[in-house]
Every structure is written in C-alpha cells, then in structure tokens.
C-alpha cells in the first residue's frame, strides 16, 4: 500500500542545513521520495512511499521537538503515482512571496496571520454572516477546482500576491469577512499576515487548507471541482461525486486534466481534455495551436 504525507510548521530554525542532511539521509534509508524545502522559517514537505516506510518516517520526524505539533496529512497514493526522486533543498523562503520583510515566525508559527477556522467552524461562519472566499492559490489551479463563488486572483506564482494586494483592487473586502484557502494551508498562513498588515479588519484561515475540508465534507460542501496536488498525480477528487468544472483550453470539452505547457522552457498549466492532452499543445502565449482533429461521431 502506498501513501502520499503532506505536512509544513512555520518554526524558527537555527541550522537548516543540518535538518536538510537529516532528513535526506531519513528519506532515503526508508526508500521514500519526494520534495522537502526547509529554510530558517521551517519545513515544508511532501513525501510518498511504501505506507510502512511512511509511518516510520511520521515517528521520526516528529520526535524532533520543533516539529512535534505539525499537522500530517495523508493521502491516498499507489506505485504508479509516486515521485520518481529524492528532493531536498534549503532556501530562504519556504513559499515565494517576495521576501521574508512581509511576515515573521516564532515558536508558535507566522505572527499576526489570520484566525485559523477548523471545517467545521468555517460553515459555522458562512451561517453566521456573508464571506468572501479567497482563493490562496495560483489562478491555474482553481481553473478545476474551488470554493463557491471564490474570488480568484490572477496570479501565476505566489510572489504575484505582493502586487495583487498593493494594486488596491480588493481594497472594497477590508471591511469583510475574508477567508483564504490553500491545498494544505502553508500558503495561507503567509497571506493572511499579509493582508492584516495591509489593513484587511477581519482574515481567516482554513485550517489544513481544501485537503482537511475534503476529508470532512468530500463533495457535499461547499467546495466544487477536483484539487491539484505537486505529485505526479497532478490532480485529485474527494468522492465519485466530484464536479467537473474545467474546460480545456482548446475544444471546451469539461475536463480535471491538468497538463504542463508543451514548450518545456515553459511553466504555465492549463486544463486540456484527453484528446487535445495527446497533442502535446503549447499554451496560447508561444504560438499558434496545433489543428484539432475531429472526434469520430
């Protein structure tokens, strides 16, 4: 049996490097692979393997104390979705927001973020009052998958917040309820101290971002569509039930397939059917797409 282990903890660590060949030379006694960043604010991690290996793993990891609270996620996996290698790399930031100046980390996690809301309480606070949904990731990947009625900024890497939120284009939300929302909730912890210092009165958080909501509600909530993952699986639903609210670039045809640009200088994904996907297309922003044959009747 195989599994998927997602996890991140904003802590402050004094040795980076040491985590890094501690955590390399745990992943690989263990057979496992995957990416794993860590830098002076924490860790961040995804990892697959056999779900023995996994486990082990789980303990050893958080027998280090700084780690001992993070949240684990689990997801389900098989041999031919696992990462093909090993990554395990120290760097300034954890997630790419334009610099370290836009939050701070102490024992407890990002300071001055927003009110984490369990699941549950999230549909607490939508009976209560009128929310905004705002959606934490890059724009590509609600193109198959979001909260209702979410606001959607366009945005191609998580740096792009930095402009979004200065532009003054969301400057009307301040006075509102807002709830941000990522895959697992890193994402979120960085914008919504980002958003407070930038005067947004009332910010909240999913906590455990849409894997933890999918696990308590699946498709009978108030999340549409399937949610792309950074493993080879690309994409995945909560139930049979899922939604299908994408639509391929090229033809229209709905369609949860996501797939990279075909110009590999490229990093742009976009929804294509199975179809079109065969064609190995390039994104609108290179040159002209390949003709599309037509489907037998």
Request: glycine share 10%; net charge negative; proline share 5%.
């Amino acid at each position: 049996m195989y599994k998927v282990l997602l996890y991140y903890g904003f802590t402050p660590l004094a040795d980076p490097e040491a985590i890094r060949l501690w955590q390399r030379d745990l992943c690989e006694s263990l057979g496992l692979a995957g990416r794993i960043l860590i830098s002076p604010h924490g860790i961040n991690a995804t990892v697959g393997g056999e779900l023995n290996a996994l486990k082990k793993y789980w303990r050893k990891t958080r027998e280090y104390p700084r780690f001992k609270e993070i949240d684990f996620k689990w997801s389900e996996s098989s041999a031919e979705s696992q990462f093909p290698r090993l990554s395990v790399r120290v760097r300034d930031e954890l997630v790419g927001f334009g610099g370290s100046d836009e939050f701070a980390v102490d024992g407890s996690g990002v300071i001055g973020g927003g009110q984490h809301l369990t699941p549950q309480e999230l549909h607490e606070l939508v009976e209560s009052k009128e929310v905004t949904f705002f959606d934490g990731r890059n724009a590509w990947e609600a193109q198959i998958g979001r909260f209702k009625d979410a606001v959607v900024p366009d945005i191609s890497t998580s740096n792009d917040f930095v402009r979004e939120l200065d532009s003054g284009q969301y400057d009307h939300l301040k006075d509102t309820p807002v709830v941000t929302y990522c895959t697992g909730g890193i994402r979120c912890e960085i914008l919504t101290a980002m958003m407070i210092k930038r005067g947004f009165n009332e910010v909240y958080q999913l906590e455990g971002g849409i894997v933890r909501y999918g696990e308590a509600f699946g498709d009978d909530g108030l999340w549409e569509g399937s949610l792309s993952v950074f493993d080879p699986r690309k994409a995945v639903t909560f139930s049979s039930n899922a939604k299908v609210i994408g639509r391929c670039a090229l033809c229209e045809t709905p369609s949860s397939r996501l797939e990279n640009c075909a110009d590999v200088a490229c990093r742009r994904q976009l929804v294509f059917c199975d179809p079109c996907a065969m064609l190995q297309p390039l994104c609108p922003a290179h040159h002209e797409q390949p003709v599309i044959p037509k489907l037998p009747a």
